[in-house]
């Protein structure tokens, strides 16, 4: 199971943060280190990025130095013929794969362990995405 995905620059005033079924990433403008991943799946990215239960997270980054941050839009697609329909829990799991390999400091789950795996399931992340490291498998 193999899964591209796009990953664009974007601001809030963008129409691509009206996008959903979508991740997202902020990363630290300085370095391109990715701070924190997350999904928009049931909400569109805007959605996603107010509100109180992302308190924590703006603290957390607060307190490791990060005061600014980009934001990324990554649009996934897929081999359609090989998974069939794609759904929010494969979302979840290519989230979650990112998450474990690179466990950005604004994320706390999925940094240890991971829930469920898909044993063979092929991430690439192409675009303006900052990690050096742009190929993740699960194992």
Not at 66 to 76: K, M, P, S, T
């Amino acid at each position: 199971m193999k899964f591209s995905i796009e990953w664009h620059g974007i601001t809030l005033s963008s129409s691509k943060a009206d996008w959903s079924n979508v991740l997202y990433a902020y990363v630290e403008p300085y370095e391109d280190t990715i701070v924190y991943i997350g999904k928009a799946d049931r909400q569109t990215i805007r959605q996603r990025l107010s509100g109180t239960h992302k308190d924590k997270v703006w603290r957390d980054l607060a307190e490791a130095g990060v005061d600014r941050y980009a934001l990324l839009a990554g649009d996934v697609t897929s081999d359609a013929d090989e998974i069939g329909r794609f759904t929010w829990q494969m979302l979840a799991d290519i989230e979650s794969l990112l998450i474990y390999r690179l466990k950005p400091i604004g994320n706390i789950q999925n940094t240890r362990s991971r829930p469920i795996s898909r044993p063979g399931m092929t991430v690439s992340c192409e675009g303006v995405w900052p990690h050096r490291r742009t190929e993740f498998r699960d194992i």
